[in-house]
């Protein structure tokens, strides 16, 4: 419920490790071999934060549980002929708070992401299925997602980790079968989101 900044600045910092020590670009600014140790204290280490990385995912819950509470106030007020402006000063405290709750959830999922976004690009290719967590089911559930263009980033990350050439054929084809239920599933909620503006 509090703030996120400390989470944010924790995400950048892998981020930024991820991509530092394993990016071409970056051979001329970092030692190899102070490369290879930050790397593979990373690895050994992985087993700590990728599941974090995984309970912020998780978020999306919750996420969309303020979504449906705006979307209540929103029909409660049509549902009187009221608008945004003649809320009470009681309704108007409830729906910034959800609104602010919102967009702070949203901005959380995206940071992750964007973390993870390196990772597929950078890390080992088991950081993203190597066990516990497997993030590939929820990367296809955050497709789902267009606030802060989680849907897109979500995206991303699975076009990454394929084209990456990792998946053996049983990965390859449950990803295959997943994929078309998880863009029906996204575009019914985009469909619905519509409806309710």
């Not at 608008?83 to 609104?99: N, P």
């Not at 296809?140 to 802060?148: D, K, V, W």
């Amino acid at each position: 419920a509090g703030s996120n900044l400390g989470v944010q600045i924790c995400l950048e910092c892998l981020k930024l490790l991820a991509e530092d020590c394993t990016d071409g670009d970056f051979n001329l600014k970092i030692p190899t071999a102070r490369r290879t140790h930050v790397v593979t204290g990373l690895n050994e280490v992985s087993g700590q934060f990728l599941p974090l990385i995984f309970q912020a995912l998780e978020h999306f819950a919750l996420l969309d549980e303020a979504t449906q509470s705006k979307h209540t106030m929103h029909g409660f007020l049509l549902a009187q002929n009221r608008t945004l402006r003649s809320m009470t000063e009681e309704e108007a405290v409830a729906y910034r708070s959800t609104d602010k709750q919102e967009g702070k959830l949203a901005r959380l999922l995206a940071d992750s992401l964007l973390t993870l976004e390196q990772f597929c690009t950078f890390m080992p290719a088991n950081w993203i299925t190597g066990g516990s967590p497997d993030f590939i089911p929820a990367l296809l559930h955050l497709m789902r997602e267009n606030r802060e263009e989680i849907n897109v980033v979500a995206t991303r990350c699975l076009t990454i980790y394929v084209s990456r050439g990792k998946l053996d054929f049983k990965q390859w084809m449950d990803l295959l079968s997943r994929l078309p239920v998880a863009i029906n599933e996204a575009n019914a909620m985009f469909a619905a989101r519509k409806e309710h503006r």
